[in-house]
């Protein structure tokens, strides 16, 4: 089983079933990423 992990704070989202990757990054909804967001934009 692998996990998702936000890119900008680390946390783990989730999980997901793969043989090949064990870990993958995204985005979650907390109040750090969406301040980041906005620094980007
Ligand atoms: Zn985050």
Redesign the pocket.
Known sequence: MGTII?Q??N?TIGHFEDEKVSRLYG??D?E??KAMDEDLD
């Open positions: 936000c900008t704070c946390s985005k979650c907390c750090d990423c």
